[in-house]
């Protein structure tokens, strides 16, 4: 069976900049498995597996517009240090969570004050081209729930 739009496709990915230096990477985990089409991976990563099946690997460079979107130098903010869970522990450059009504999101310490921190919103990988290795580790049809709910049930996926 090839990839495409509602199938459920598990796969391993390793990912880097443009230079070779890995960013992040599934290898030592177990594959991911998403249900293509749906709008779960970066638009340049749901395209890439269009057409593939088990057992390709193949690379694939993908500009921020395709990625994770281009990087907002004005997405930076000062938030008081009582809206962080660990902010002593906290350094520039380090990246952690916020949790807002909004739920959560990953930021970048930019700056570390005596009761405020400025942090960068922006998506970590933001502004960055990106070079993925990607391997299909099989491809299957996904189910009438499946399909319902927008996400991939079992294993590599949601348990509800
Ligand atoms: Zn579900």
């Known amino acids: 069976m090839k990839a495409g739009n509602n ?3 598990r796969f391993h990915y390793s990912v880097s900049d443009l230079e070779g230096t890995p960013i992040d990477s599934s290898r030592e985990r177990e594959p ?3 249900l293509l089409g749906h709008g779960g991976l ?3 990563v749901e395209h890439a597996m269009q057409g593939r099946s088990a057992g390709e690997r193949f690379d694939v460079t993908i500009a921020p517009d ?3 979107g281009p990087r907002r130098p004005e997405l930076t903010q000062r938030i008081a240090k009582k809206y962080f869970r660990n902010p002593d ?3 520039p450059g380090m990246q952690t969570t916020l ?3 909004d739920g959560h999101r990953t930021v970048t310490v930019t700056k570390v004050g005596s009761s405020v921190i400025d942090v960068d919103l922006n998506h970590p990988l933001a502004g ?3 070079v993925f290795d ?3 580790v099989d491809v299957r049809a996904a189910t009438d729930e499946e399909l319902a709910h927008g996400h991939v049930h079992g294993e590599g996926g949601h348990h509800h």
């Open 66 to 68: 395709d990625g994770y």
């Open 134 to 136: 990607l391997e299909i």
């Open 99 to 101: 949790h807002s009504n």
């Open 42 to 44: 970066i638009p340049g």
């Open 89 to 91: 522990s906290l350094r």
């Open 32 to 34: 991911l498995a998403i």
């Open 7 to 9: 199938t459920v496709v």
């Open 128 to 130: 960055l081209d990106l």
